[in-house]
């Protein structure tokens, strides 16, 4: 299962979630005069994978750094 390897991203990043609950991912840019922040404790993660024969076919174990570091503007 090397492909778990990359499943998390170093460092702090930040992730949004609507009031409405119907929209959510990363924040990659923030500005704000007045500003609330909410963190979240995680002290345990469960992931469950699909187990169809799709999934199972697929190759998982390909370096996205690179392509996650284009999609989140990464600077090195």
Known sequence: MA????INLPGW?????SGD??????????????L?????KI????LTLPT???FAKRDL???LSAKTAAVED???
Not at 13 to 17: I, S, T
């Open 43 to 46: 002290e345990r993660f469960d």
């Open 36 to 40: 609330s922040v909410k963190i979240n």
């Open 74 to 76: 990464v600077k090195k």
């Open 13 to 17: 990043h930040f992730h949004y979630l």
């Open 52 to 54: 169809n024969p799709e």
């Open 21 to 34: 609950k119907t929209q959510g991912g990363h924040i990659l840019d923030l500005s704000s005069d007045k």
């Open 3 to 6: 492909y778990i390897n990359g």
């Open 61 to 63: 174990c390909e370096d």
